[in-house]
């Protein structure tokens, strides 16, 4: 539905079940107050939480560096089992800064285009055919190809 389909839905509604009098002061609000309207679709695409993919990456910074990231809780230590957890405390900072094993969380939005181009080289690499490959993609059901 487009912004003028919804608009002109919102009147019709108002003039059915208040009457034109009201429809006339909704008109003079929505004159007086344009910018301030937020459609329904607008609104739902503001609600979705946003993905975002998170990556480890090695410190190389000085130790002194890094308090600001320590307060925000940004830096982890990566265990034997290949998880990452926060290190929370100057100590353990110290410790894992000595087995040079301290490491800062990056988040980085995901978007649609980039998140289906990576998918479809994971999957030509896995595979190494084509037999299949735009099905598996489809079947996924990470993206939408069309509305």
Do not use: C
Not at 117 to 128: G, N, P, V, Y
Request: glycine share 4%; no cysteine; aromatic share 12%.
């Amino acid at each position: 539905m487009t912004k003028e389909q919804e608009v002109a839905l919102i009147y019709e509604l108002i003039d059915k079940h208040y009457g034109s009098g009201v429809l006339m002061a909704f008109a003079d609000l929505v004159e007086s107050e344009k910018e301030m309207i937020i459609t329904y679709s607008t609104y739902q695409e503001a609600k979705i939480p946003k993905r975002m993919k998170v990556e480890y990456v090695k410190v190389e910074d000085s130790i002194f560096d890094l308090q600001h990231d320590l307060v925000d809780g940004k830096l982890f230590y990566q265990d034997t089992d290949d998880s990452h957890y926060p290190i929370n405390t100057e100590r353990q900072l110290v410790y894992w800064f000595d087995l040079d094993g301290v490491y800062r969380k990056v988040e980085t939005e995901i978007d649609e285009r980039q998140e289906f181009i990576d998918t479809a080289i994971e999957l030509i690499d896995a595979s190494k055919k084509s037999d299949g490959l735009l099905g598996a993609m489809f079947d996924s059901g990470k993206f939408k190809l069309a509305e």
